[in-house]
C-alpha cells in the first residue's frame, strides 16, 4: 500500500476482521473459521446499524473465485445492490472501486480458515451515488464498521434468496 498504514482487528466467534488503510486506499480481511465450501456470506459495512450503511457482500462461488456486491440498505430489509459487479469479473463493482484481492483470498473450497479480502479507496468516487449515510473511511482506527455472515450462499440460490 505505501506510505504510513494505520490499522485494527476484531475478533468474533466466527471470525475476524481486519482493516488496514493507508492516505488513499483501505484493505478489508475478513477471515472466517472454517472452510471456504461452509460460508455462505460475509458483510462488512460502514455505519453503526444496517440501516444507512454501506454494504459489501461477498461470497464463494463454486470455481473458488469471489463475488463481490456493494449494497445499502435504508432499513433491516435485505440490502439494495448499489453498484452491479463488472460483467467481465463478479470480484468487483463495475465501477472497479471495490474489489476482491485475490492474491490475499482463499482460493480452494477446502481452506479453512477462509480468507477474503477487498480493497476500496477511503473517498469513494465523486460520481458515486447511494442512499448510505456513511459511505467514506478515514485513516484512523475505531470507525464504526457492521459486519454479519449468513450459511446459505447467495449464488447458489439466485437474486439473494440466500440471505
Not at 466467534?13 to 477471515?31: D, E, F, P, R, W
Not at 458515486?128 to 450459511?151: F, S, W
Amino acid at each position: 500500500m505505501g506510505g504510513t498504514a494505520t490499522g485494527q482487528t476484531l475478533t468474533t466467534a466466527a471470525y475476524s476482521l481486519t482493516m488496514l488503510a493507508n492516505s488513499t486506499a483501505c484493505v478489508v480481511s475478513i477471515s472466517y473459521d472454517g472452510a471456504m465450501s461452509d460460508l455462505g456470506w460475509v458483510g462488512w459495512g460502514l455505519g453503526t446499524a444496517m440501516s444507512g450503511a454501506d454494504i459489501v457482500v461477498l461470497w464463494p462461488n463454486s470455481d473458488s473465485s469471489w463475488t463481490l456486491s456493494h449494497r445499502n440498505a435504508v432499513s433491516t430489509t435485505m440490502p439494495t445492490v448499489v453498484d452491479t459487479s463488472s460483467s467481465s469479473d463478479p470480484s468487483a463493482d463495475a465501477t472497479g472501486s471495490l474489489a476482491v484481492v485475490a492474491s490475499l483470498s482463499s482460493s480452494s473450497s477446502s481452506d479453512s480458515p477462509t480468507i477474503v479480502t477487498f480493497s476500496r479507496p477511503l473517498t469513494m468516487p465523486s460520481d458515486y451515488t447511494t442512499d448510505a449515510e456513511v459511505k467514506d473511511l478515514a485513516q484512523e482506527i475505531n470507525q464504526p464498521v457492521i459486519y454479519a455472515l449468513g450459511p446459505k450462499n447467495p449464488g447458489k440460490f439466485g437474486s439473494g434468496d440466500g440471505y
